[in-house]
């Protein structure tokens, strides 16, 4: 199972940006679904996004519009632009990968790392 180091977390104002990346040097080229899921304490885990091998996308409705996932394969990095950043986005952010298409379109993953803290400030 391969590495996957989610950073870029941190504290912002609604309103605001941040940029989280993932180091996935053991998925490069491996041809699996990556992606972002998150978790608020004492909620359930929500999938956020994914970009398939193709580089199709997927996205939350709670965050189309605001984020936009991409991926630098030379790099092996994922990353997760947050953009207009409100108050219901704190949460743990965890990259994630699956090798499934069906679950990469349903924003479900099987593997994952450790996460990356975001707070939204109102």
């Known amino acids: 199972q391969g590495q996957l180091v989610a950073s870029g977390g941190g504290s912002v104002q609604a309103g605001g940006s941040l940029r989280l990346s993932c180091a996935a040097s053991?998925?490069?080229?491996?041809?699996?679904?990556m992606g972002w899921f998150r978790q608020a304490p004492g909620k359930e885990r929500e999938g956020v996004a994914a970009?398939?091998?193709?580089?199709?996308?997927v996205y939350a409705d709670s965050v189309k519009d605001r984020f936009t996932i991409s991926k630098d394969n030379s790099k092996s990095t994922l990353y997760l632009q947050m953009n207009s950043l409100k108050f219901e986005d704190t949460a743990m952010y965890y990259c994630?990968?699956?090798?499934?298409?069906?679950?990469?379109?349903?924003?479900?993953?099987?593997?994952w790392g450790q996460g990356t803290p975001v707070t939204v400030s109102s």
């Open positions: 994630a990968a699956t090798s499934v298409d069906s679950w990469c379109s349903a924003l479900q993953f099987h593997a």
């Open positions: 970009i398939d091998r193709n580089g199709n996308t």
């Open positions: 053991t998925y490069r080229n491996s041809g699996a679904c």
